[in-house]
């Protein structure tokens, strides 16, 4: 009998906690407050911590330019700011994203347009994206939503044939890679959220802009601090910007959470694998589609559940799984053109603008109902996995998994 009905669940203990931060973050930290006590001095930003991280967090993508920023939304925002885009524009955005890789476009008077998801999955494709493209558009932001690579070749393609720059959304994706490159290392430029709750942090919030050219770098650096004229030969601040700053203390912390992110990326890839060999054979319940050549580094898992197979539906197939003592998120869906501000254009209130501003020669009553990614998100829960996960919670949640399906299977209800 299933939990959910009254059984025995599967599992009764808590799934372990991710404990990401601890003895060394604690240490790194302390070592700056005891220098700043010591010498009288503050915990300021732009310093040798800061510098440091920098270069560390370039040197794991192979090389380039990096600015650590206060969230992972401030990078977006910087990283389009450094691009210097003419107002008025479009840029194609994901289908599935957190507001804050969507709002940065518009807060730069820019308009955003949205991509459908290629079929299966949560990351717009390049027929998605050319589908939308207009003699407007400005520039191209791709997410790598759950940490799963969109397919960047045809992308790439696409936007060299058009002129247009592709910015990386690369939030929940550190470490992931494509035909063995990772991601943040193909656009124009990337952004990356370091919050507590991604792959590595820089403490509670933080951010990174990268990009492997050095001059877009230095562009998005003077736009995350106010215009000042870094990377340049005196002079005042050159452009208006906001103070989008990291600091040394986050730094600090984010040096040591460096240091383990190849870890972190192995263990969840083992655990991932091991579900999904788990799940070899079922007839309903699969890991979520995943392009060729890639590998993945598992923000959350996405589980793929074919109800057609089934005596109910995926968020009753999610609940019950959870009865069974693994939790789960029955939907992801975060899609940017169902959102109360976008559809009711509410960026600069009182005005409609970005949409209403005069120079915009665009469709201004688009809207975008990309059912694929509504396709995706309704066949799909989420299992929130993390490094810390060992076999004994691998074969829990298969265990899971497979009670559930077996279940609800329709051939076992005849």
Not at 115 to 131: E, K, R, V
Not at 391 to 413: C, F, G, P, Q, S
Request: aromatic fraction near 8%; hydrophobic fraction near 45%.
């Amino acid at each position: 009998m299933l939990a959910i009905d009254g059984g025995k669940p599967v599992r009764t203990e808590p799934l372990p906690k991710r404990a990401l931060f601890g003895e060394a973050e604690k240490a790194a930290a302390m070592a700056l407050f005891d220098a700043a006590i010591e010498h009288g001095d503050v915990i300021g930003y732009g310093g040798p911590e800061e510098a440091a991280y920098e270069a560390a967090f370039a040197g794991f993508h192979g090389g380039g330019f990096a600015d650590l920023v206060n969230s992972g939304t401030s990078a977006v925002y910087a990283a389009l700011g450094g691009l210097e885009l003419a107002p008025a524009g479009e840029v194609v955005i994901p289908p599935i994203t957190d507001p804050g890789g969507a709002m940065p476009v518009a807060l730069l008077n820019l308009i955003p347009v949205v991509a459908d998801a290629a079929p299966g999955t949560f990351n717009a494709g390049a027929q998605q994206i050319a589908a939308v493209l207009t003699p407007h558009t400005r520039a191209i932001l791709v997410a790598h939503i759950a940490g799963e690579p969109a397919d960047m070749d045809p992308i790439l393609e696409l936007s060299r044939s058009r002129g247009l720059p592709v910015i990386e959304d690369c939030a929940q994706s550190h470490g992931a890679l494509y035909h063995g490159r990772p991601v943040g290392t193909f656009g124009a430029v990337a952004a990356f959220s370091t919050m507590s709750g991604k792959h590595h942090a820089t403490g509670p919030q933080g951010g990174v802009v990268f990009s492997t050219d050095e001059q877009i770098g230095w562009r998005c650096k003077r736009f995350a601090d106010r215009g000042k004229p870094l990377g340049l030969t005196g002079g005042t601040n050159v452009r208006a910007g906001l103070n989008l700053n990291g600091n040394d203390l986050s730094a600090a912390v984010g040096r040591v959470q460096l240091a383990r992110l190849p870890h972190i990326i192995a263990a969840r890839r083992r655990v991932a694998a091991a579900i999904a060999d788990g799940l070899a054979g079922a007839t309903a319940v699969r890991l979520g589609h995943e392009v060729a050549e890639t590998e993945g580094v598992y923000w959350f898992l996405r589980i793929h559940v074919d109800a057609t197979h089934l005596t109910v539906d995926k968020n009753a197939f999610a609940a019950a799984v959870a009865a069974e003592g693994i939790p789960t998120t029955p939907s992801y869906r975060h899609l940017p053109a169902e959102a109360d501000w976008f559809r009711r254009r509410r960026v600069f209130p009182p005005s409609d603008y970005p949409w209403g501003l005069p120079d915009y020669k665009g469709d201004r009553q688009a809207t975008f109902p990309c059912p694929q990614a509504v396709e995706a998100v309704e066949s799909h829960f989420l299992l929130h996995i993390h490094e810390k996960f060992g076999d004994h919670e691998v074969r829990d949640i298969v265990a899971a998994l497979r009670k559930v399906e077996t279940a609800y299977l329709k051939e076992n209800a005849k």
